[in-house]
């Protein structure tokens, strides 16, 4: 059965860091990865995906990284803002299971002015 | 990127009335979309999959009677919450993914229904 974990649960930053947000998963088969923001009381917007065939994704500030084979993504953020306050979470679409994601906990981002 | 509708964003009901939420994909077709429960500050919980013209497919512990779910076009589905009651008071959310090829597609979410069942 596959299993998402992300690292940190929750991270306080001061506005204009660097900052990285891990993800782990078990079963390296997977379609493909994607990263989610949600604001409280919202729906998921779709940051970025990563196909399992693709090893980094960039949009904007944001890039992501996918090394399928140790079962590891991360989400780089460049130049933190308090607008990226969030709950971010990362998603892996297991192979032959449908169209069906498999979440992690998420990461509660605050970035301070 | 793709839209996703869900309304309505906030209902209120009464203890034994019944709700239906809605979840349209706006510019694109869905054979198959997702309903989703999500408690404060955890992660989302798949309840079931909506397939278009046929039966839903609920997960393990989710109650089928009580949560009905309907895909009768290829942008339209509904969850409806029947004979509501208090725990069932939550964060609902939908989605449908776009297709690049089989399985290998690319999700997309509705902006949620808070339900509070008093």
């Known amino acids: 059965k596959q299993e998402v974990t992300q690292i940190p649960a929750a991270l306080s930053v001061p506005e204009g860091e660097n900052l990285v947000l891990n993800c782990s998963f078990t079963?390296?088969?997977?379609?493909?990865l994607q990263w989610f923001r949600q604001d409280p009381g919202k729906g998921l917007t779709s940051l970025l995906l990563?196909?399992?065939?693709?090893r980094e994704q960039t949009s904007g500030r944001l890039n992501a990284s996918l090394d399928k084979s140790s079962g590891r993504s991360t989400l780089y953020i460049a130049a933190s803002q308090p607008g990226d306050s969030a709950t971010y979470l990362c998603?892996?679409?297991?192979?032959?299971?449908?169209?069906?994601?498999?979440f992690g906990g998420g990461t509660r981002l605050m970035v301070k002015p | 990127g793709a839209v996703v509708s869900q309304h309505p964003s906030r209902v209120i009901c009464k203890s034994g009335t019944s709700v239906k939420i809605e979840c349209r994909s706006l510019?694109?077709?869905?054979?198959?979309m997702f309903w989703y429960r999500q408690f404060p500050k955890q992660s989302l919980m798949l309840m079931a999959t909506?397939?278009?013209?046929?039966?839903?497919?609920?997960e393990q512990g989710v109650e089928k009677d009580k949560f009905l779910i309907n895909h009768a076009s290829l942008t339209l589905s509904t969850l409806t919450v029947t004979s509501a009651h208090p725990e069932d008071s939550s964060f609902y959310i939908c989605?449908?993914?776009?297709?690049?090829?089989?399985?290998?597609?690319?999700?997309?979410f509705g902006q949620g229904t808070r339900l509070t069942v008093v």
């Open positions: 990563i196909q399992s065939s693709q």
């Open positions: 989605s449908a993914s776009r297709g690049y090829r089989e399985g290998n597609t690319e999700a997309f």
């Open positions: 510019d694109f077709q869905a054979t198959t």
């Open positions: 079963d390296s088969a997977i379609y493909n």
């Open positions: 998603a892996v679409r297991p192979a032959f299971a449908g169209n069906m994601l498999t």
């Open positions: 909506s397939n278009e013209g046929s039966k839903a497919t609920y």
